[in-house]
């Protein structure tokens, strides 16, 4: 089976420090994202990444960026945190091979910032 | 630009009955649609994926229906159950986006 973890289910930070949400998947997927989710916005895309080091813009990156270094692990980077940015944020993966882009969730990292 | 949309928002049906839940998308050129579960608090589950050229999926008490043409896909649920209880989305994948419903908010009533 497929399996994304992330580093924290819970977070707390204070405006302005910098904050790191890591995410590795165990199944050699080439593709990785990471989402927010907010009542009543739904899932919005942030970052994803097709390949290591490589990174694209989703919907909402204002605020963030990523690293990939390595395949399996693909991290977001709150340079500086904002009240704003507390929200739940969920990391997937997937391949474009056989199993067609099925994406796979990690727990999610509920983060609030005081 | 694509835009995915589930309605009803929330849904409460007694324990037992056969339930229909829907998903509708604006442009039928996607490469495949993903149903999922969610808990509350929790991360998204994977129910079942329904490549383009596929009619439906089947997975237990879970069948998925497509029909791109009329940007349209079901997920029902036989017999249901408590443990149903969750939020259920849908997302369509096109190209290189993934496109997320907001959701179905499902109560079964014991």
């Known amino acids: 089976d497929v399996k994304v973890t992330q580093s924290s289910r819970y977070l707390v930070k204070r405006t302005g420090e910098k904050v790191f949400l890591e995410c590795v998947q165990d199944?050699?997927?080439?593709?990785m994202f990471w989402y927010r989710q907010d009542p009543g916005l739904g899932l919005r895309l942030i970052y994803f990444?097709?390949?290591?080091?490589?990174?694209e813009k989703g919907d909402i990156p204002e605020g963030y960026s990523v690293s990939r270094e390595k395949k399996e692990r693909f991290s977001l980077i709150l340079e500086s945190a904002s009240t704003n940015q507390t929200s739940m944020y969920l990391c997937a993966s997937s391949s474009s091979g056989t199993s067609g882009y099925e994406q796979y969730f990690g727990p999610g990292t509920r983060l609030t910032v005081t | 630009k694509q835009e995915v949309t589930q309605i009803p928002a929330a849904l409460s049906v007694p324990e037992g009955e056969n339930l229909v839940l829907n998903c509708s998308f604006t442009d039928s050129a996607i490469y495949n649609l993903q149903w999922f579960r969610q808990d509350p608090g929790k991360g998204l589950t994977s129910l079942l994926l329904i490549q383009s050229s596929q009619r439906e999926q089947t997975s237990g008490r879970l069948n998925a229906s497509l029909d791109k043409s009329s940007g349209r896909s079901t997920l029902y649920i036989a017999a249901s159950q408590p443990g149903d209880s969750a939020t259920y989305l849908c997302?369509?994948?096109?190209?290189?986006?993934?496109?997320f419903g907001k959701g179905t908010r499902l109560h079964i009533l014991p």
């Open positions: 199944m050699d997927h080439e593709n």
């Open positions: 990444s097709y390949d290591v080091k490589m990174k």
């Open positions: 997302a369509v994948v096109e190209d290189d986006k993934i496109i």
